[in-house]
Nanobody, 114 residues
Framework: QVQLVESGGGLVQPGGSLRLSCTAS????????MSWYRQAPEKEREWVAT????????YSANSVRGRFTISRDNAKNTLYLQMNSLKPEDTAVYYC???????WGQGTQVTVSS
């Protein structure tokens, strides 16, 4: 049974940082490229970043490039998203997903506000 559990969200002031984690189980994590997505209130879910299965190639949306870093630890079956210089428009529920599977986790809420 595929499970994706996101954590690490919270309330942070503009300019602050957070690191999100996604712990995966039920599939061979090291064989799957992984992505982060986010969904802001009343908006469609949008892609944030992708990392290949080895962790040596990453891709990110223009809106987060230079501020967010996706990484992974295959030994721990865990995906990360380091978010720096956070802005109010980064407020959203953040989700992780394998690009090969249709399963979503429950997400973790990130709120950027003073």
């Amino acid at each position: 049974q595929v499970q994706l559990v996101e954590s690490g969200g919270g309330l942070v002031q503009p300019g602050g940082s957070l690191r999100l984690s996604c712990t995966a189980s039920g599939f061979t994590f090291s064989s799957h490229p992984m992505s982060w997505y986010r969904q802001a209130p009343e908006k469609e879910r949008e892609w944030v970043a992708t990392i290949n299965n080895a962790g040596d190639n990453t891709y990110s949306a223009n809106s987060v490039r230079g501020r967010f870093t996706i990484s992974r630890d295959n030994a721990k079956n865990t995906l990360y998203l380091q978010m720096n210089s956070l802005k109010p428009e980064d407020t959203a529920v953040y989700y992780c997903k394998s690009i090969r599977l249709s399963n979503w986790g429950q997400g973790t809420q990130v709120t950027v506000s003073s």
